[in-house]
Nanobody, 129 residues
Framework: QVQLVESGGGLVQAGGSLRLACKASGRTATKYRMGWFRQAPGKEREFVAGLSWSWSWSSDSRWYSDSVKGRFTILGDNARNTVYLEMSSLKPEDTAVYYC??????????????????WGQGTQVTVSS
């Protein structure tokens, strides 16, 4: 089992920045995938950013949705078992509940909601115009 706890959401004006954090506890693995998704009212949950890691790699792999590429950055801190989502140049359309997700034992890049094993409770991000 893996427990994920998100923090850092809030209200910000358009053009501003926020940093979300997701702390993982529980199962460890020699390869791992963590990511962020979001869900706006009346819409389906969508992929935002992902980070995968394997003990045999010299660096991690990161991938982003086109809508956030260049504005959002996903970062991992292995020592703290935490993944961050640094969001800048925020737009009102970024308003959503942001969810952290994880798949221990899997280092593939995947944006399919159905292919992720564990989810956090979500944190609200609201961008005012």
């Amino acid at each position: 089992q893996v427990q994920l706890v998100e923090s850092g959401g809030g209200l910000v004006q358009a053009g501003g920045s926020l940093r979300l954090a997701c702390k993982a506890s529980g199962r460890t693995a020699t390869k791992y995938r963590m990511g962020w998704f979001r869900q706006a009212p009346g819409k389906e949950r969508e992929f935002v950013a992902g980070l995968s890691w394997s003990w045999s790699w010299s660096s991690d792999s990161r991938w982003y949705s086109d809508s956030v590429k260049g504005r959002f950055t996903i970062l991992g801190d292995n020592a703290r078992n935490t993944v961050y989502l640094e969001m800048s140049s925020l737009k009102p359309e970024d308003t959503a509940v942001y969810y952290c997700a994880a798949s221990p034992g899997d280092s593939s890049t995947n944006a399919d909601t159905e292919q992720w094993d564990y989810w956090g409770q979500g944190t609200q991000v609201t961008v005012s115009s």
